[in-house]
């Protein structure tokens, strides 16, 4: 699976939009993004996928550039309880393992 | 739904005690993990099972042992504990890979301290 690279912390303001970068130039064609967070030591959350499409659910929007080789997950308006490690990960279509590395820490402040 | 749970949540073993960590989940998943994750790391697989009867090693098994008896249960086994296994345990569950959607759940971890 590509390797991805994440800045290790960010700060946003509550009910402002937090955008989370993430860098996998070595992606392949059948690989897909994943992300995922953890809260406070809790066990990890799926939050969204994408292929090569931008999707959208009711936690956030993942936008993919176009040559594939970064995204930034959206959370459009942050509240307190965002405050988490970001996880961004590549997996193979047929792959049924996920690689952690080691997130970004979000920060939500009032 | 009870999802995935884990037994115990804490625990404190001396170096060279053995223990076994239970990890349920009811959601008819075939696949199911087992990960450890230390202080300011992100989470490293241990073993994984694609289905009842069946293991295969992750990236740090060395020092664990794993079985699946029954689909619903994973177990995770340390023979003789170690300082370097103190960290937080995760299990996860998942239906097996296929095309698009696919999503592992994971339980609440156990807290394991070997002193």
């Known amino acids: 699976d590509a390797k991805t690279t994440q800045p290790p912390s960010m700060d946003c303001a509550e009910g402002r939009a937090a955008n989370l970068p993430c860098n996998h130039s070595?992606?392949?064609?059948?690989?897909?993004v994943y992300w995922y967070r953890q809260i406070h030591s809790q066990g990890p959350q799926y939050i969204i996928h994408?292929?090569?499409n931008n999707e959208t659910n009711e936690m956030a929007s993942l936008i993919i550039t176009e040559d594939r080789k970064s995204s930034t997950l959206i959370l459009p308006h942050a509240t307190l309880r965002d405050t988490a490690v970001y996880y961004c990960?590549?997996?193979?279509?047929?792959?049924?393992?996920?690689?952690f590395g080691t997130g970004t820490r979000l920060q939500v402040t009032l | 739904n009870a999802g995935v749970t884990q037994t115990p949540k804490f625990r404190v073993l001396k170096t060279g005690q053995s223990m076994t960590l239970l990890c349920a989940q009811d959601?008819?998943?075939?696949?199911m993990y087992w990960y450890r994750q230390d202080p300011g790391m992100g989470l490293r697989l241990i073993h994984y099972?694609?289905?009842?009867?069946?293991?295969a090693k992750g990236e740090v098994p060395d020092g664990y042992n794993v079985s699946r008896l029954k689909k619903q249960n994973f177990l995770l086994g340390l023979e003789s504990a170690a300082p370097s296994q103190t960290s937080v345990y995760f299990c996860?569950?998942?239906?097996?890979?296929?095309?698009?959607?696919?999503?592992?759940?994971f339980g609440p971890g156990t807290r394991l301290t070997v002193t």
């Open positions: 990960i590549v997996r193979d279509l047929s792959g049924s393992k996920l690689t």
């Open positions: 994408g292929l090569k």
């Open positions: 959601m008819n998943h075939e696949y």
């Open positions: 996860a569950s998942s239906y097996p890979p296929g095309l698009g959607f696919y999503e592992q759940y």
């Open positions: 070595t992606i392949s064609g059948n690989e897909y």
């Open positions: 099972s694609v289905g009842e009867g069946t293991t």
